[in-house]
């Protein structure tokens, strides 16, 4: 059981857009910045996002973030076949650990 | 270019230690303010981290694993090791290293090595 709390699968057509939620609590998300990470298949994470909703170069404006409150979000607009992938959010906690959740795979139908 | 690279068996026995170096090159870990870490991920599973060392040397590590886990380094040779204890099957996982920039951004990883722990 992951401390963040994701949906398990989102599907979205090509060129379309999906929405892939993180939900926490106080004691990571609600005081802390939020992280995203793509996970091609057999291959290592990739950071998409810092800092709640910062891109790093290279990384397309498709991708966006935002965090309200105890939740994440994370936004794929104009999706690509290319883009089908695991995606994990991840933050500090108070308990001293780095937390993630348990990951959303992306379907491009 | 930051590159990360892990090495170490790829088969360890139960209740041994299973014991990982990741080879940094293109920073050195000795400086700047960066954090080197080590995640792991069961295959099908999403992941875990296990823990992370400062360039000053202090370390954090899991609440989960901290009574079986070490990470030590060598500034030497630019690279820092991990040192996990009593495993068992449920050790078995993808172990990658990566950089942490600050807290949870992680924006350099090795490309990750499966340990198994079997008889």
């Known amino acids: 059981q992951s401390v963040l709390t994701q949906p398990p699968s989102v599907s979205a057509a090509p060129g379309q857009k999906v929405t892939i939620s993180c939900s926490g609590s106080?004691?990571?998300?609600?005081?802390?910045?939020v992280s995203w990470f793509q996970q091609l298949p057999g291959t290592a994470p990739k950071l998409l996002i810092y800092?709640?909703?910062k891109r790093p170069s290279g990384i397309p404006d498709r991708f966006s973030a935002s965090k309200s409150g105890t939740s994440a979000t994370l936004g794929i607009t104009g999706l690509q076949t290319g883009d089908e992938a695991d995606y994990y959010c991840?933050?500090?906690?108070?308990?001293?650990?780095?937390?993630f959740g348990g990951g959303t795979k992306l379907t491009v139908l | 270019q930051v590159q990360l690279q892990e090495s170490g068996p790829g088969l360890v026995k139960p209740s041994q230690t299973l014991s990982l170096t990741c080879a940094v090159s293109?920073?050195?870990?000795?400086?700047?303010?960066?954090?080197w870490s080590w995640v792991r991920q069961p295959a099908g599973k999403g992941l875990e981290w296990i823990g992370r060392?400062?360039?000053?040397?202090?370390?954090n590590y899991n609440p989960s694993l901290k009574s079986r886990v070490t990470i030590s380094v060598d500034t030497s040779e630019n690279h820092f090791s991990l040192k996990l204890s009593s495993v068992t099957a449920a050790d078995t996982a993808v172990y990658y290293c990566?950089?942490?920039?600050?807290?949870?951004?992680?924006?350099?990883w090795g490309r990750g090595t499966l340990v198994t722990v079997s008889p």
């Open positions: 990566a950089r942490e920039d600050q807290l949870a951004i992680f924006d350099y």
């Open positions: 293109g920073a050195s870990i000795s400086s700047g303010t960066n954090y």
């Open positions: 060392m400062y360039t000053s040397g202090s370390t």
């Open positions: 106080y004691s990571n998300i609600g005081n802390n910045f």
């Open positions: 800092d709640n909703n």
């Open positions: 991840g933050t500090w906690d108070s308990s001293l650990t780095v937390v």
